[in-house]
């Protein structure tokens, strides 16, 4: 796939001491880094390359990244100016999300055809998803290949035995996964062949009187079930709704039929994809707090659960962040 951008742009020059790059005394010692170096298992990612400088003085064209395993479902981000091409490959494992499995996907991003000079900083971005099951305190490494109209420098190096990362010269972007909750253990409710983790929501303004809801159902049963609907102790109701895009227009809808939870399947409800929608709030959403909510199944019946409230724009059960833009629920 190949997206071409016929607008030239204008490159976004960032002063170091603006951006909080305190620790990068000159252009040549800086590295090709992640902007954001931490992210909780589960949770989307926004990634953030950051180039600081070209070659030596020359300026970047090119900048190539690879994807590692452990992460998924990764869309670059264009650029004004520059020519984005992707490169799709199976993955090592199938990863589940958004109730499919995914087999395959993005492994390289290219941007090319673009000109920042040495003399400027820009940001090359995608967003993905973080496997759960990544463990926690695991580094994943982005190689990046930064080229220019006569070299090239090789961001691709990584820690071995008897080498530590600070020994590195031309290290690789790091990402270190910590643990999905920061707080105490997700909250896990079992019924009938079903069984719930980590039911979450974000707060809400004072003024807003709907919520939303997310978590992962895992059928361990034998024959599918179907989450109908519900109640909360905060609303006048509950809805079971699909967020999806086509030809670049976003829109939600209610499964009129709920959703199907297949024998030996996950279905994750989350931002961007299936969700609940709390209807009527009574109240403002507070981070922090908790609150009581029923579940209806077509074939289990009704499953009480309590879900955790984090901030306004939390990614998930975490409380990461999620990639900015674009509308949520």
């Known amino acids: 796939m190949t997206i071409s951008l016929v607008s030239t742009g204008t490159l976004r020059a960032f002063a170091l001491i603006g951006l909080g790059w305190l620790g990068l005394a000159t252009a040549a010692e800086a590295h090709v880094t992640l902007e954001r170096r931490e992210v909780a298992a589960g949770t989307a990612y926004r990634g953030i390359l950051a180039v600081p400088h070209g070659c030596g003085r020359e300026a970047t ?4 990244v690879q994807i590692p395993e ?30 499919r499995e995914i087999r395959e996907g993005v492994s390289e991003i290219l941007w090319s ?21 990544v463990a926690d305190g695991t580094t994943l490494y982005f190689p990046v290949i930064q080229t220019c109209a006569n070299g090239e420098e090789r961001w691709i190096e990584t820690p071995s035995t008897g ?41 809400t303004p004072g003024a807003v009187r709907v919520g939303a809801g997310y978590l992962r159902v895992t059928n361990t049963g034998t024959t599918p079930d179907r989450l109908i609907g519900g109640s909360t102790s905060v609303s006048d109701r509950l809805e079971v709704h699909e967020m999806s895009t086509a030809n670049g227009v976003m829109s ?18 989350r931002p961007g994809g299936y969700h609940m929608m709390f209807i009527g709030l009574h109240r403002a959403l507070a981070e922090g707090e908790t ?39």
Do not use: C
């Not at 869309?75 to 958004?98: D, I, L, M």
């Open 252 to 269: 939600m809808r209610k499964l009129a039929e709920g959703l199907v939870i297949e024998p030996g399947k996950t279905v994750e409800l």
């Open 163 to 203: 080498r530590a990362a600070a020994d590195l010269r031309k290290p690789a972007p790091a990402l270190r996964v910590l643990a999905a909750a920061g707080g105490p253990a997700a909250p896990v409710f079992e019924r009938a062949g079903l069984r719930i983790e980590a039911p979450w929501s974000r707060a």
């Open 113 to 133: 055809g673009g000109s920042l000079p040495n003399e400027f900083f820009d940001e090359f971005v995608f967003v993905g998803q973080v496997d759960p099951a």
């Open 291 to 329: 609150f009581k909510a029923v579940l209806t199944f077509e074939r289990a019946g009704t499953i009480e659960v309590e879900f955790r409230v984090g901030g306004i724009g939390a990614g998930g059960p975490a409380g990461a962040a999620a990639p900015a833009g674009g509308h949520r629920h």
């Open 61 to 64: 064209t090119a900048i190539r």
């Open 70 to 99: 452990g992460v998924f479902s990764v869309k670059p981000v264009p650029k004004p100016g520059w020519t984005v091409a992707t490169t799709v490959k199976p993955y090592a494992k199938a990863y589940a999300s958004h109730g």
